[in-house]
């Protein structure tokens, strides 16, 4: 049937019609564009000229906001997307966008004629708008001055209409002079819907994640450039969600290594995220939890109560609490997500358990001054009153009184230059003076200068002091400090007849020295507190130290990057030991 002369007539002569009109639509589109062409760019042209003049006084005057608000009224009024840009390329203002967050404009084409010869334009897709457009550029001068440029563009569509109203009115023509040759016009269709397969099959492929899929472009036609068109939207589409995937994970990856809780919930209250720190916080593990309700997970009616005042209000809501699970002291926000009508709530949770042990801390150091001093000053008054009603006339016994009262007063004075060094050297504020120590002559120097103090508690002391030490650089006196405190408590709590033991030694990359006793040691319950300032364990309640001693020979010991530790049993003595880093090697 396909090869009869009728089939063949009727297709030469339907391919003449096609020819014909071809040549006449041909014609007359490339008149009608060409002539709206110009008429578009005349139009722009003299646009951005006026609008170059309007927007010079905003330029010169540094008026951003006014400049952007006559952009958008311009824009408005000519029915044209208007832009201002500075003469580095960064877009001043825009009738249609943010100009914020709008990319540098210096490499169009346009700009780039535009400062170079005084007008330049160009046509081009816009991802921005999703068209094609036509952009006309021209300098903002102020005199020789060039201080930016301006930019008028319209959507090519326009020129387009104009086109296509002359191709349908080919293509009637042609349907009407085609009629009898039905058979040809459904081949013709079905040659021309084949693109619009091709597009659905591709369509499907994307739609199943193949992103890679492309159309073959045979042609320069409006088939040609849809094909084209598409393969460009599928790699802009693949570009895309790689960086929306990048930026999910920089997001993931920001709120897991935050310190506070973040959760994020729908309106049903049901989790959509949650990050690592509130998954540590409420034990969720690496179970996964997202469209959970969040009082199924973190188990915290606290929670669940803000959360459904947040939902409710639309205004922010807080709360602390002590967690039931872990027994730590949590604050917990909730801000709405959009605040008119919550769809979601973003729970900012935070451990507050160190800050609040800080705190515990501070009145526990307030009440310890108060007490160190409250009774060596009622001891005073009473001494005074005493005085005061007629003792003092008894010089034995006024004697005996002020001597009680000068012990009290250089006790307090100690305590007071004791939290004095304290506080400077946790505050960072004590200046170290490092020199070379040998750590062994500084502990046989100090055993000496306490001797008399061992002779009057009948305590030997034992010394097993490394003669090839080296040195160490270190503050002399205040690791002096340090060795006088452990060995004065090696003595102070000793029992008659007993022994301390001095050794040094190196180890690893630092010297330790070690001060033993054989007294009645440290209870298990006390061994964690005995180096907190005014700490003093059951054994040394009858002695008239400050509980000072132990809480600045660890700051010493750390301020110069070592370590003190305690071991000890009851019965068997306390084992105290410090390291103090080798040179280079802190």
């Known amino acids: 049937m396909f090869r009869s002369m009728q089939w063949r007539l009727t297709t030469w002569f339907f391919l003449f019609v096609l020819v014909s009109m071809a040549g006449l639509g041909a014609y007359?589109?490339?008149?009608?564009?060409?002539?709206?062409?110009?008429?578009?760019?005349?139009?722009?042209?003299?646009?951005?000229?006026?609008?170059?003049?309007?927007?010079?006084?905003?330029?010169?005057?540094?008026?951003?906001?006014?400049?952007?608000?006559?952009?958008?009224?311009?824009?408005?009024?000519?029915?044209?997307?208007?832009?201002?840009?500075?003469?580095?390329?960064?877009?001043?203002?825009?009738?249609?966008?943010?100009?914020?967050?709008?990319?540098?404009?210096?490499?169009r084409p346009?700009?780039?004629?535009?400062?170079a010869t005084g007008k330049g334009e160009s046509s081009r897709y816009s991802t921005t708008l999703g068209q094609q457009l036509m952009y006309v550029a021209v300098p903002i001068t102020d005199g020789p001055t060039v201080r930016g440029v301006s930019r008028v563009a319209l959507p090519l569509s326009r020129v387009e209409s104009s086109v296509d109203r002359v191709i349908i009115g080919i293509i009637i023509a042609t349907a009407i002079a085609a009629a009898a040759v039905i058979l040809a016009a459904w081949l013709i269709a079905r040659t021309t819907t084949r693109p619009i397969r091709e597009l659905t099959r591709a369509s499907r492929e994307i739609a199943s994640g193949e992103f890679g899929h492309r159309i073959a472009v045979n042609t320069r036609d409006e088939s040609g450039q849809l094909a084209h068109a598409f393969n460009e939207m599928s790699s802009k589409l693949k570009e895309t969600l790689g960086t929306i995937s990048e930026d999910r994970a920089r997001l993931t990856g920001i709120l897991d290594n935050l310190t506070d809780g973040v959760i994020l919930t729908d309106g049903e209250a049901d989790i959509v995220l949650i990050n690592r720190a509130a998954r540590k916080l409420f034990r969720a593990g690496s179970e996964n939890v997202r469209g959970r309700p969040l009082i199924?997970?973190?188990?915290?009616?606290?929670?669940?109560?803000?959360?459904?005042?947040?939902?409710?209000?639309?205004?922010?809501?807080?709360?602390?609490?002590?967690?039931?699970?872990?027994?730590?002291?949590?604050?917990?926000?909730?801000?709405?997500?959009?605040?008119?009508?919550?769809?979601?709530?973003?729970?900012?949770v935070q451990d507050l358990t160190?800050?609040?042990?800080?705190?515990?801390?501070?009145?526990?150091?307030?009440?310890?001054?108060?007490?160190?001093?409250?009774?060596?000053?009622?001891?005073?008054?009473?001494?005074?009153?005493?005085?005061?009603?007629?003792?003092?006339?008894?010089?034995?016994?006024?004697?005996?009184?002020?001597?009680?009262?000068?012990?009290?007063?250089?006790?307090?004075t100690q305590l007071v230059a004791e939290l004095t060094e304290l506080s400077r050297i946790e505050t960072g504020k004590a200046e170290l003076k490092p020199?070379?120590?040998?750590?062994?002559?500084?502990?046989?120097?100090?055993?000496?200068?306490?001797?008399?103090?061992?002779?009057?508690?009948?305590?030997?002391?034992?010394?097993?002091?490394?003669?090839?030490?080296?040195?160490?650089?270190?503050?002399r006196e205040r690791v002096r400090?340090?060795?006088?405190?452990?060995?004065?408590?090696?003595?102070?709590?000793?029992?008659?007849?007993?022994?301390?033991?001095?050794?040094?030694?190196?180890?690893?990359?630092?010297?330790?020295?070690?001060?033993?006793?054989?007294?009645?040691?440290?209870s298990r319950d006390a061994l964690p507190h005995v180096f907190e300032r005014f700490y003093k364990a059951d054994r040394s309640r009858a002695g008239q130290g400050s509980g000072m001693g132990l809480a600045i020979a660890r700051h010493v010991v750390e301020a110069h990057g070592g370590k003190i530790r305690v071991q000890s049993e009851e019965g068997k003595g306390a084992t105290f030991t410090f390291t103090l880093p080798l040179a280079g090697k802190k």
């Open 110 to 115: 346009e700009i780039r004629d535009a400062l």
């Open 296 to 348: 199924e997970v973190a188990r915290e009616h606290e929670l669940d109560d803000i959360l459904s005042s947040c939902l409710k209000t639309g205004g922010e809501q807080s709360v602390q609490f002590e967690s039931r699970a872990s027994g730590r002291f949590l604050r917990a926000i909730a801000i709405p997500v959009t605040p008119d009508r919550p769809r979601g709530v973003l729970l900012v």
């Open 28 to 107: 007359l589109t490339g008149s009608v564009r060409s002539s709206q062409l110009e008429g578009l760019r005349a139009q722009l042209e003299n646009e951005a000229r006026i609008t170059a003049e309007i927007s010079l006084p905003y330029l010169t005057g540094g008026d951003a906001s006014g400049l952007e608000t006559l952009v958008r009224t311009l824009g408005e009024q000519v029915d044209a997307r208007i832009t201002v840009i500075a003469r580095d390329g960064t877009v001043l203002a825009d009738s249609d966008e943010d100009p914020a967050i709008m990319e540098n404009h210096a490499a």
């Open 435 to 475: 020199e070379p120590v040998n750590l062994s002559a500084l502990v046989d120097e100090v055993i000496t200068q306490l001797g008399p103090q061992m002779e009057r508690r009948e305590v030997t002391a034992v010394k097993e002091l490394a003669p090839d030490l080296p040195p160490v650089p270190a503050d």
């Open 354 to 412: 160190e800050l609040r042990g800080l705190q515990t801390m501070r009145r526990e150091l307030v009440g310890n001054i108060s007490h160190e001093f409250r009774t060596p000053l009622a001891g005073l008054k009473a001494m005074v009153e005493t005085l005061r009603d007629g003792a003092v006339d008894n010089k034995e016994t006024a004697r005996d009184f002020l001597g009680r009262i000068e012990g009290e007063v250089d006790r307090m």
């Open 481 to 522: 400090q340090v060795i006088i405190n452990l060995v004065h408590n090696a003595i102070k709590f000793n029992r008659p007849g007993g022994s301390i033991r001095a050794a040094t030694k190196t180890i690893d990359d630092a010297v330790l020295v070690e001060i033993a006793d054989t007294g009645q040691g440290i």
